[in-house]
């Protein structure tokens, strides 16, 4: 595609009104009050509307677990792969949120 012919200022101008980025919209979870997107699934905990949809332990525990066996193979320290692997599977400071939230989860 070829642009066919020079447009106005006043035309560039009205084309590029829009072109302005937007923030993201950031809520606080209701369950862990962590912070996460709109219309997506806690990263946190692993809930979205008050439900579990992703049980976030196990799921740690499975990346530490793959973590290992990839360091095994590769012949690399297993101890500090998995040490690795534990602090990538908690990004923020709010492990201790989310563990809370999960022990919650566990006496209902
Ligand atoms: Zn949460």
Do not use: F, W
Request: charged fraction near 35%; include cysteine; hydrophobic fraction near 25%.
């Amino acid at each position: 595609m070829t642009v066919r012919m020079r447009h106005t200022r006043a035309h560039t101008g009205n084309r590029r009104s829009h072109h302005a980025l937007q923030a993201p919209q950031i809520s606080t979870c209701p369950n862990c009050s962590a912070p996460y997107m709109r219309h997506r699934m806690c990263p946190t905990c692993g809930t979205y509307r008050g439900r579990e949809v992703v049980d976030m332990v196990a799921k740690k525990e499975r990346s530490i677990e793959r973590a290992k066996v990839k360091a095994k193979s590769r012949g690399l320290d297993v101890h500090e792969a998995t040490e690795k692997a534990k602090e990538e599977a908690t990004p923020t400071k709010k492990k201790s949120t989310a563990t809370k939230a999960a022990s919650k989860k566990a006496k209902k």
